[in-house]
């Protein structure tokens, strides 16, 4: 119906402002995660799906989550790269809280994750799940790079890997 439409639309909109809008903006306090992961996943799907069959089905944050961990992904590659930057300009990230050490724990699963995601999707709905995996060798290649610090082209890979995905 029109209003679950202008319910999800009005939610990614607020999502969105409340991101970066203001001295006082999610992105500031480590929540800015949280709305990426929410704003470019489970939100964008349902809205489009809302759009296109009239009616709301949960299923489809199933569907929506493996590229809302890669899109988060580039995200917290940028925020790790840019940590020092971030301290200075009154930024506190997720990637900041966690530290380097877990922060790079931390972008191997929202990479990885997708894959079992994807292993279980194989088992349920269609062996053509299994298509993403031949990526896999890159995510892992993208983590070695924030491991050994060579992040500056890291966000920009990263998002051709979601791309790629």
Known sequence: TISQSVILFCIGIASSISYSAG????????????????????ITALFVYQLQTGS?????????????????????????????????AGITSLAMLFGKHYSTFVY???????????????????????????????????????NCGNCNQLPQKTALHNLIF
Not at 23 to 42: E, H, N, Q, R, W
Not at 123 to 128: A, D, E, Q, R, V
Request: aromatic content about 14%; some cysteine.
């Open 23 to 42: 001295s006082s903006c999610l992105k500031y306090i480590a929540l800015g995660d949280a709305v990426v992961l929410l704003a470019f996943g489970p």
């Open 56 to 88: 709301v089905n949960f299923s489809v944050i199933l569907y929506s989550l493996p590229l809302a961990l890669i899109t988060e992904a580039i995200l917290h590659s940028n925020n790790t790269r840019d940590m020092a930057n971030d301290r200075e």
């Open 108 to 146: 191997w699963i929202l990479l990885f994750v997708p894959y079992f995601m994807l292993i279980g999707g194989t088992l349920f709905i269609s062996f053509w799940y299994l298509l993403p995996l031949v990526t896999a060798v890159n995510a892992q290649q993208l983590v070695n790079q924030l």
